[in-house]
C-alpha cells in the first residue's frame, strides 16, 4: 500500500495499461479482462487486475496530466514491481494525414517541461517508447487489417492552450498529435528500468475541428486496447 494507491502486494500485475480517465479504466477492465477485480480506489483513482488469455493484466487509471502520471507510475513502477506500463488514451490530430478514429503509436513524446525537467537541468533529455512494444504494437495493428500512424507526438502542460504558434511549430515538424501524459512516462519508464508504450485514439483534431462524438468513442478506444494487449503478449 502506498500514498495514492491502496492495493495489497500482489495486487498489481506486472503489465499495467493506463488510462487517463478512471472510468476507463473500468470500462477497458469490464470488456477485456476475465476475473476482473477492483484492487484500487484511493481518491477516486480505479485501478483493476484480472487476465487477458491467461496473462496478469492491471488496468489503472493515470489522471490528467504529466505530475499525475508521475505520481502513479511511480508507485506502480517502484512499489508494485511493474515492468510494461502502456498508455492508452485520446490525443487531438495535427497532421491532415491523420484522421479522427485513427489509432496513433507514439515512438517519441516532445514536451515542454516534465515533473522531471528538474534533474536533467540543461539537458533536453529525449523520451522514447520501448522499440520492442513498439515494434509488437505496430504488428498487431496490421494483424487486426489496420494501419497506425508511428511516430513522434506532444506532451502538453494545458489543455486550454493559447499557443497557435506552437502548434504550428509542432506540425510543421511532424508530430502527429496532442496529449499529456506519455513523455513523463517514457522517461520514468528509462530511469526505473521498466519499458514504456502509448497507444492513442484520435478523439478529435486541431486543424479540422472535427470531434469524435460520444457514443462513438467506446468502440474506437476498444481497438486502442486491443493493440496495448496484444503488444504487452505479442504470444498471446
Given amino acids: 500500500m502506498t500514498v495514492h494507491i491502496?492495493?495489497?502486494?500482489?495486487?498489481?500485475?506486472?503489465?499495467?495499461?493506463?488510462?487517463?480517465?478512471?472510468?476507463?479504466?473500468?470500462?477497458?477492465?469490464?470488456?477485456?479482462?476475465?476475473?476482473?477485480?477492483?484492487?484500487?480506489?484511493?481518491?477516486?483513482?480505479?485501478?483493476?487486475?484480472?487476465?487477458?488469455?491467461?496473462?496478469?493484466?492491471?488496468?489503472?487509471?493515470?489522471?490528467?496530466?504529466?505530475?499525475?502520471?508521475?505520481?502513479?507510475?511511480?508507485?506502480?513502477?517502484?512499489?508494485?514491481?511493474?515492468?510494461?506500463?502502456?498508455?492508452i488514451g485520446s490525443c487531438g490530430g495535427m497532421q491532415e494525414s491523420v484522421a479522427v478514429r485513427d489509432v496513433i503509436i507514439a515512438?517519441?513524446?516532445?514536451?515542454?517541461s516534465t515533473p522531471s525537467r528538474g534533474i536533467f537541468r540543461e539537458v533536453n533529455f529525449a523520451p522514447t517508447a520501448d522499440f520492442s512494444l513498439l515494434r509488437a504494437a505496430v504488428a498487431a495493428a496490421e494483424t487486426r487489417g489496420s494501419t497506425?500512424?508511428?511516430?513522434?507526438?506532444?506532451?502538453?502542460?494545458?489543455f486550454y492552450d493559447e499557443r497557435p504558434d506552437l502548434t504550428e511549430q509542432m506540425t510543421r515538424h511532424g508530430i502527429l498529435g496532442v496529449e499529456m501524459e506519455a513523455a513523463e512516462l517514457y522517461i520514468l519508464a528509462a530511469r526505473h528500468g521498466?519499458?514504456?508504450?502509448?497507444?492513442?485514439?484520435?478523439?478529435?483534431?486541431?486543424?479540422?475541428?472535427?470531434?469524435l462524438p460520444s457514443e462513438d468513442r467506446e468502440r474506437s478506444f476498444g481497438e486502442m486496447v486491443e493493440i496495448a494487449l496484444a503488444a504487452a503478449f505479442p504470444g498471446a
Avoid: C
Fill in 6 to 87: 491502496g492495493a495489497k502486494p500482489g495486487d498489481i500485475a506486472e503489465t499495467v495499461l493506463m488510462p487517463g480517465d478512471p472510468y476507463r479504466a473500468k470500462w477497458a477492465a469490464e470488456q477485456f479482462l476475465d476475473d476482473a477485480r477492483l484492487v484500487n480506489e484511493v481518491r477516486g483513482m480505479l485501478g483493476f487486475t484480472g487476465t487477458w488469455r491467461g496473462n496478469p493484466v492491471t488496468i489503472h487509471g493515470s489522471g490528467m496530466g504529466m505530475p499525475s502520471l508521475s505520481i502513479y507510475a511511480n508507485e506502480l513502477i517502484r512499489d508494485y514491481g511493474a515492468k510494461t506500463l502502456i498508455r
Fill in 107 to 112: 515512438m517519441s513524446a516532445t514536451s515542454i
Fill in 148 to 158: 497506425p500512424h508511428v511516430g513522434g507526438i506532444y506532451s502538453s502542460d494545458v
Fill in 194 to 211: 521498466a519499458r514504456a508504450l502509448a497507444v492513442l485514439t484520435v478523439s478529435d483534431h486541431l486543424q479540422t475541428g472535427e470531434a
